[in-house]
C-alpha cells in the first residue's frame, strides 16, 4: 500500500513562491501515478497536475500552466509542486493523490496541506 502526505503549505503574499512536497511511501509506488489537486473552500476539487515514475514525465493543467510546475526529489522520495507567482486565487487546500497505472481513479489520497495567499 502507498502512503502519501503532503508538506510545504502555509501563508505568502501574492507574487511569492512555495513549493509543496509529497512524500510517498510504501510497496510498489512506481506502479502509481502521482497526482496533485487543490480544493478552494466551496468549490470542487481541482486537478493540477500529475507526475509518472516512468519515464518521470510530467503534466500541467491548463489552467495553471506556467506557474506550477512538477518535479521528483530523489533524495527525499518525494514529488514537488513548486508554485509561482501566488495569486490569492491559488488559496486552497493541496492534496497530491495515488492513481494505479491500470485504474482510471485516484484511491490513496495524502491528509492535504493548505496554502493561503494574501492580497
Known amino acids: 500500500q502507498v502512503q502519501l502526505v503532503e508538506s510545504g503549505g502555509g501563508l505568502v503574499q501574492a507574487g511569492g513562491s512555495l513549493r509543496l512536497s509529497c512524500a510517498v511511501s510504501g510497496r510498489d509506488f512506481t506502479h502509481y501515478l502521482i497526482g496533485w489537486f487543490r480544493q478552494a473552500p466551496g468549490k470542487e476539487r481541482e486537478f493540477v497536475g500529475r507526475?509518472?515514475?516512468?519515464?518521470?514525465?510530467?503534466v500541467i493543467a491548463d489552467s495553471v500552466k506556467g506557474r506550477f510546475s512538477i518535479s521528483r526529489d530523489n533524495a527525499k522520495n518525494t514529488i514537488d509542486l513548486q508554485i509561482d507567482s501566488l495569486k490569492p486565487e491559488d488559496t486552497a487546500a493541496y492534496y497530491c493523490?495515488?492513481?494505479?497505472?491500470?485504474?482510471?481513479?485516484?484511491?490513496?489520497w495524502g491528509p492535504g496541506t493548505q496554502v493561503t495567499v494574501s492580497s
Open positions: 493523490a495515488a492513481r494505479p497505472l491500470w485504474r482510471n481513479e485516484y484511491e490513496i
Open positions: 507526475f509518472t515514475w516512468v519515464p518521470g514525465t510530467t
